[in-house]
């Protein structure tokens, strides 16, 4: 049987200290992981003039796609009160987007395992993007599974409508994540242009080059 709280309720919750928010701040570090993640993709693409293969750009939509799980909870999380059939939901899909992802930043790592093969672009540290991708595709299903492993402690449950960091966080963090979902967007149309397949090893932005840029 589901409950519904009222406003007055939820108040008088949120005014016994049931509220933990410690997983709804850890939601917020989740998304705007991801979204640093892909920053620093950025970096190498349009800092350093690398330009991303069809299997960089899935790693890349996968990141987005688990980063969206913990963004429910978070704009759940407006209303007052994250249930934890909410919060088990948005990890659970952060986890399944992360093994979906991992499985195919791995792929890219067997393709190119064997010397004396080079690797596709650039590498920070030693590593090739692709591996970054992998370790933090593994790193996040964990952090997922601990989150949800401490489900009694960690679940927003009722967030007080007091908290004015939590109420500017809730605003600010879901926005920061579409921006980088249109931006990859973007770079993906300038990529791939109006053809139906990607170039495997990609040399320019093919929407520019038709265009006789």
């Known amino acids: 049987m589901t409950t519904t709280l009222t406003a007055p309720a939820v108040e008088k919750l949120a005014g016994t200290g049931i509220s933990h928010k410690l997983g709804l701040w850890f939601a917020h570090l989740y998304v705007l992981g991801m979204c640093g993640t892909l920053a620093g993709a950025y970096f190498f693409q349009f800092g350093l003039g690398e330009y991303p293969c069809p299997m960089c ?14 963004a429910w909870i978070i704009v759940r999380s407006r209303t007052g009160v994250v249930t934890t059939q909410e919060f088990a939901s948005g990890f659970g899909w952060a986890i399944l987007a992360a093994v979906l992802g991992s499985a195919i930043s791995a792929s890219q790592v067997l393709m190119h395992i064997v010397p004396p093969d080079p690797g596709y672009a650039g590498a920070l540290f030693g590593l090739h993007l692709y591996t970054w991708a992998f370790i933090t595709f593994v790193l996040a299903i964990l952090a997922s599974a ?3 492993f401490l489900t009694a402690v960690s679940e927003p449950g009722t967030v007080a409508r007091t908290s004015a960091a939590l109420s500017r966080a809730a605003k600010i963090t879901p926005a920061i994540l579409m921006t980088f979902v249109a931006t990859n967007l973007v770079a993906c149309f300038l990529l791939q242009g109006l053809h139906w397949k990607m170039s495997g090893d990609p040399t320019s932005y093919q929407f520019l080059t038709d265009l006789g840029w």
Do not use: D, H, K, V
């Not at 750009?57 to 913990?70: D, E, H, N, T, V």
């Open 57 to 70: 750009l899935l790693q890349r939509m996968f990141f987005l796609l688990s980063a969206i799980g913990p």
């Open 146 to 148: 601990i989150a949800l």
